[in-house]
């Protein structure tokens, strides 16, 4: 959609969604700090700098929410060289809503069993 480059997204539900050939439990969400740099604005499809905003001397691209650019409606960012990204956490969206279920389901066997 916007070419080369390290596709973002600040919104975590979106993220968590990826990659899409893995199952649920196989995926992690990479929290990063990125210095965008220069960002130019793509806000509809067929944008003349589309795929090509770094060869004018953009650093970034950016997709606004709900633009027509992305069929979820959610924003998006590619940037083109991935030594603007420090990786800050890893974040297991699965078992952050797995375990709690788990614990409480320990809990409930716990108190059966005593």
Known sequence: ML???????????????????????????????VSVGKVK???CQGHPLQSTWHDHGYDTAWCPPKCGM???????DCVWDPQRIQVI???????????????FLLLIIIEILT
């Open 3 to 33: 070419g080369r480059g390290v596709y973002l997204s600040r919104d975590l539900e979106k993220a968590r969604r990826y990659p899409l050939n893995l199952q649920a439990y196989q995926r992690v969400v990479l929290k990063v700090k």
């Open 41 to 43: 604005k793509i806000d």
């Open 70 to 76: 992305v069929p979820s409606g959610l924003e998006e």
């Open 89 to 103: 956490e890893m974040i297991y969206p699965f078992l952050e809503v797995v375990l709690p279920c788990l614990f």
